[in-house]
């Protein structure tokens, strides 16, 4: 059939059964099309190009213009910020300094707003427990012990982040009679940097952070430690850490260090510029509070914990036998300082 049709063959298929064909009735008017493309394509350039000569002369301008919107944008974008989270300006100081009251972490705040609004107001509200801190020149740095998911790196985040956020000319989540000064370095020692490509394991990571620390470390400087010398095998490791505690500490370094281990507490405890931290916990019905408490260290709570959750209590037995009674007896006179703390504070 394809005789039958006048016109010009563009295709067929590949079994030849069918042929793509332009009827000869239609030339004219693709042509006509095809002249009006091109005729819109010429218009289109001829109106560009004439704009672009107009607006060539004020091309500084109009760089000047898109610096400044991009400003306002920049600003109004901080100012959102700001409302969303209750943010506002502390006190600032010229001296390296951090005197917080009721600071939230930005992204924790954020997140349970949004959660509250989706789940409807018959739902129960989740709010970020506030936190109090002080890093002055007399208590520099800050040790932080307490329980497994009790609150303590979320803390350490917090200071890193809202410090930052400070430091970048953002309004921070925190109450009235807040003060802060800034850091000439923010040093970060968060989450596990292990890397087959440079053949770094979990420690190795940490200790090439920790060599850095104590080369770059001055009393401008604020250092935040996740988990401060674990990797390794604990009395070495801890022994490193407390090596490396004393020389920040000496560089009068400020700082935020989390860690489970004795004598890092107990070094805190004994030395000058150092304090520690608890993040509190309900020992009867085995729950974090998420608070914040200095002055004291903090129990893991470990062997109370498993004794709780129905690990066999032989287990439990030898366990407490072969970390020794010494161990145990200070591990326990911290639990009934926080079940005491509990107790009467429910009064």
């Known amino acids: 059939h394809k005789r039958r049709v006048r016109g010009l063959i563009h295709d067929e298929s590949a079994s030849g059964q069918t042929v793509f064909i332009e009827p000869s009735e239609v030339f004219e008017l693709n042509n006509d099309i095809k002249d009006l493309e091109n005729a819109y394509q010429r218009e289109l350039i001829r109106i560009l190009t004439s704009l672009t000569d107009q607006l060539r002369p004020h091309l500084p301008d109009l760089r000047k213009a898109y610096g400044y919107l991009g400003l306002l944008d920049f600003i109004r974008a901080k100012a959102r910020l700001a409302r969303e989270l209750d943010a506002q300006l502390p006190e600032l100081s010229s001296k390296p300094l951090i005197r917080w009251r009721g600071v939230r972490h930005p992204v924790l705040a954020i997140t349970f707003k949004e959660q509250n609004k989706a789940a409807g107001k018959d739902a129960e509200k989740r709010e970020v427990v506030p936190l109090d801190l002080e890093l002055t020149p007399e208590q520099r740095i800050l040790v932080i012990s307490g329980p497994n998911a009790g609150g303590k790196s979320v803390s350490l985040k917090t200071v890193g982040l809202v410090q930052y956020m400070l430091q970048c000319g953002l309004l921070i989540p925190c109450d009235d009679y807040s003060e802060a000064g800034m850091f000439e370095d923010i040093l970060l020692d968060i989450g596990d940097e292990q890397s087959l490509e440079n ?11 920790m060599k850095q620390f104590v080369t770059v470390a001055n009393k401008k400087s604020l250092i ?4 401060f010398g674990t990797g390794t095998e604990p009395s070495l490791g801890g022994a490193i850490a407390e090596a490396v505690l004393e020389q920040l500490n000496q560089a009068r370094a400020f700082g935020v260090i989390t860690t489970h281990y004795t004598n890092l507490k107990n070094f805190a405890e004994k030395t000058e510029g150092l304090v520690n931290g608890a993040m509190r916990y309900d020992p009867e019905r085995l729950q974090p509070l998420y608070r ?4 004291k260290p903090g129990s893991s709570f470990a062997i109370e914990i498993a004794r709780k959750i129905g690990l066999p209590r032989q287990l439990v037995e030898r366990a407490t036998q072969l970390v020794g ?3 145990i007896r200070y591990d326990r006179l911290l639990e009934g300082l926080e079940r005491d703390k509990t107790e009467l504070e429910a009064k």
């Open 199 to 209: 053949d770094l394991s979990t420690y190795s990571s940490h200790l090439m952070a």
């Open 325 to 327: 009674k010494d161990k």
């Open 292 to 295: 914040l408490e200095i002055g």
């Open 224 to 227: 935040l430690i996740d988990e």
